[in-house]
């Protein structure tokens, strides 16, 4: 196929504004926003979300501004509308081991009901059973009680003293204790002096009289000690029968509260059970005392404290599922945490300072997360991993270990949490997942893969302008004409680099939508227009291409070598591109080539130095076999070739300049000189076939304003695969300087083409011998292996030298 110079028709892809019915885009407001482009990724985002079987959790993987995000949380949001409110959380002080509070679980509306009526018995309570303890009645019976106690004790006591009173020994009682002392007839106590005073045999009657009456005290306090218990018995259970009626009442009252059915209830009843229970235990608590008052207080506010509830998870006031985004995964906001306070040097805690995290509060809904937020803290990564293996998770608080002072532990009891996780990733996160992690990718079952770039059609194109319609309403800009978003959709395909594909990557089109806009009321615009959308985009270029600028400028001084001129042997401009993340420009490099006789083959000087990468590398040996091919009726070639990219210091990568390369080898071997004006980008296969190549605009626009610089004459242009042909975007600047003949764009499907281009002469065509025509390219180059091949020859078997006769 001959070689093309394309027409300016083919550069570019326009849309005609007509085409896209309506005038601007307040008409479109009526209008849903759809999933543009990406009804594979819909498809699957509305299967996970709507899939209640455990696994099928959602992995969302796609490129940063594809709406991955945005559109997930909006039909997370959707699907939780129609999904029944999950239940409130509580967390209640465990009587039996307070150190393990547990969990219960209540009808949505039911914690916060729960906690007022707990607050509101508690208030009762501390009115209530004074009262009842200071009534009337209650005092006759306490007094009764006391009094028949009283009593008992008594007469236990007057034997007592008359037990001792007939071995002469009085009594009295001090501080609970029980004195004696030995008197005399006349009724007056013994001194110590007087008793070692008294006969022998009196004061042996006097040991063994104190002996007895210590056994008698004895047997005394055997005696009242159970009447004591007794009483206080009595006591307590008088309080417990006058104070029980009133915690039944209340009781009732919570239990006639709780109007849902609750799954917990038997839970829940013997947590209220146990209330009573600690209650009817502390009831002396409850009794305003004369002294240590302050003392009383704190007691039972600490008692107190036990009967309120710890509300985790309130959904109270929800309508549907929860659908939650966790922009920050912390261990504790993730998964919750135990707020500790110090107290004499120790931090202490309890049921009522556990805080519940993201996974708590996402239980029966959604919960969105970030790939690469997790992988940032590997304790958050292991915990999830152990929590998507069990489905229960355990509050715990990691740094209470390494804390530099003493921590009262604390082990709430697990709960099961059912929630689906959306995991926004990159493509290649998802596929590193599944190669090391294949236990955490099974939990993944749904992919939900955003495409970079879509079919444009008609369809696609108004809803793109649906999309710029809702982000002006949004944001409160003036809304853009036909025209104008005409502009924004071709610039959707020159993002892509292709006239039928738009790009995905609405975040760049939202971002052109806000700075046109701006500059529409920069000029008090009503409508943003075509001239605002050039304008933010020349503006955009602007900030970003210091680099390419710089560059430019360099070879327009000389400092970098670049002709574009005349015709070299052995020399050519290839064309490279530079993509620095948010800006990608495209320029030309010199490629020269050098061949002499030799059996080394063809040298690639980047490689020698390191400087090159797998991908050009492979390109080069591909350019030697088929090179090789070409002349395989002179094999094996004898020739020593080098081809290095002049001035590159910073490394080179790809094999878009394979052709280049290829031409500037047979360039140096036939001698034939290369057209210096035409620039070349391209890949080779093994059977001489042009490949496409990326950023073919970059590439062609940067070559064209080096030759703008110095000077367009008609013979410049640049030669591209044909297999590129649909990727042309290029700026109204080249399209116009191709119509005016300035400048071309030509396009080859063979090597073969783009030799004849750049040299002029055929590239000729070998004959059944392997021979190629004389006047033809291939043909200079061959005969130039055939004298490489005599020079190796020759000097492999020298002339004898000629002997002289001595």
């Not at 969990?103 to 607050?119: C, E, K, T």
Request: charged share 25%; glycine share 8%; proline share 4%.
């Amino acid at each position: 196929m001959p070689i093309s110079n394309l027409p300016p028709a083919e550069l570019r892809l326009t849309i005609a504004p007509a085409s896209l019915g309506f005038a601007d885009t307040s008409e479109l407001l009526q209008y849903p926003l759809p999933w543009i482009g990406q009804e594979r990724a819909e498809m699957a985002a509305r299967f996970g979300l709507g899939m209640d079987q455990p696994d099928y959790n959602l992995f969302v993987l796609g490129e940063v501004g594809s709406g991955r995000s945005s559109l997930l949380g909006q039909a997370m949001v959707t699907a939780a509308a129609n999904k029944p409110v999950p239940p409130d959380l509580c967390y209640l002080h465990n009587f039996d081991a307070p150190e393990r509070p547990l969990a219960l679980r209540l009808p949505a509306g039911q914690g916060r009901l729960l906690r007022q009526l707990l607050a509101q018995m508690t208030k009762n309570l501390q009115t209530e059973i004074p009262q009842r303890l200071n009534s009337q009645d209650f005092k006759a019976e306490s007094e009764h009680i006391e009094k028949t106690h009283k009593a008992e004790e008594a007469s236990a006591y007057a034997e007592l003293e008359a037990f001792a009173e007939a071995r002469s020994f009085t009594m009295h009682r001090e501080t609970g204790h029980i004195l004696f002392t030995l008197i005399g007839k006349k009724g007056r106590a013994y001194t110590e002096d007087e008793v070692l005073a008294l006969p022998k045999e009196r004061r042996a009657e006097i040991e063994l009289a104190e002996q007895e009456l210590r056994a008698e005290i004895a047997r005394y306090f055997d005696k009242t000690r159970p009447m004591e218990r007794v009483m206080n018995e009595a006591l307590a259970a008088l309080r417990r029968q006058v104070v029980k009626p009133l915690l039944d009442r209340e009781l009732q009252e919570i239990r006639t509260g709780l109007k849902k059915q609750i799954k917990d209830s038997v839970k829940l009843g013997a947590y209220l059970e146990r209330v009573v229970h600690d209650v009817l235990e502390n009831l002396e608590l409850f009794k305003v005392s004369d002294s240590d008052e302050e003392i009383r207080q704190e007691a039972l506010g600490k008692v107190l404290s036990r009967y309120r509830i710890n509300l985790v998870v309130d959904n109270d006031s929800s309508d549907g599922a929860p659908a939650i985004i966790e922009d920050n995964p912390l261990f504790r906001s993730l998964f919750g945490s135990i707020e500790y306070q110090s107290e004499n040097d120790v931090l202490v805690t309890d049921f009522s300072r556990i805080r519940a995290g993201s996974l708590l509060k996402a239980h029966g809904g959604f919960l969105m997360l970030h790939l690469r937020d997790l992988l940032a803290d590997g304790l958050v990564w292991e915990k999830l991993r152990r929590f998507l293996r069990s489905g229960r998770l355990q509050i715990e608080e990691p740094g209470t270990a390494f804390a530099p002072i003493a921590a009262v532990s604390l082990e709430p009891e697990a709960v099961d949490i059912d929630v689906k996780i959306i995991l926004i990733g990159s493509r290649e996160q998802y596929y590193e997942l599944q190669e090391e992690d294949p236990e955490f990718a099974r939990r993944f079952r749904v992919k939900v893969d955003f495409a970079e770039s879509f079919l444009s059609g008609a369809e696609t194109r108004r809803t793109s302008a649906i999309f710029v319609a809702h982000t002006c309403r949004r944001l409160g800009l003036p809304h853009f004409s036909a025209a104008a978003v005409a502009r924004l959709l071709e610039d959707g395909h020159r993002e892509a680099d292709d006239q039928l594909r738009q790009s995905a990557i609405f975040a760049r089109t939202e971002a052109l939508v806000m700075e046109s806009a701006a500059l529409c009321r920069a000029r008090a615009g009503r409508l943003v227009d075509v001239s605002d959308v050039g304008t933010a985009l020349r503006a955009r270029t602007l900030r970003h291409d210091y680099p390419s600028q710089r560059l430019q400028e360099s070879i327009a001084e000389g400092d970098v070598l670049i002709g574009v001129q005349g015709e070299k042997v052995g020399q050519l401009n290839g064309l490279t591109q530079v993509d620095l993340g948010d800006y990608r420009f495209g320029f030309p490099v010199r490629v020269t080539a050098r061949t002499y006789a030799g059996e080394d083959g063809l040298l690639n000087i980047e490689r020698e130095v390191e400087m090159s990468g797998p991908i050009h590398d492979k390109g080069v040996l591909i350019l030697h076999n088929y090179l090789s091919a070409l002349f395989a009726g002179n094999a094996p070639l004898a020739l020593n070739a080098s081809i290095v990219f002049e001035q590159e210091y910073h490394g080179v990568e790809g094999d878009s300049a394979s052709c280049a390369e290829l031409y500037v080898l047979l360039s140096s071997l036939s001698g034939l000189p290369l057209k210096q004006g035409i620039a070349v980008t391209g890949a080779v296969n093994q059977h001489g076939e042009i490949l496409p190549v990326g950023g073919i605009n970059e590439k062609i626009e940067g070559y064209f304003r080096v030759c703008e610089m110095a000077g367009l004459d008609g013979s410049q242009g640049v030669l591209i695969p044909r297999r590129n042909r649909r990727h042309l975007m290029l700026e109204h600047k080249v399209i116009e300087a191709v119509a005016k003949g300035l400048f071309h764009i030509y396009t080859a499907e063979h090597t073969s083409e783009g030799i004849e281009l750049l040299t002029g002469l055929p590239a000729g065509i070998a004959d059944v011998s392997g021979n190629y025509p004389h006047g033809s390219v291939l043909g200079h180059a061959q005969r130039t292996l055939l004298a490489y091949r005599r020079a190796c020859q020759a000097s492999e078997h020298p002339k004898p030298g000629r002997r002289h006769p001595r």
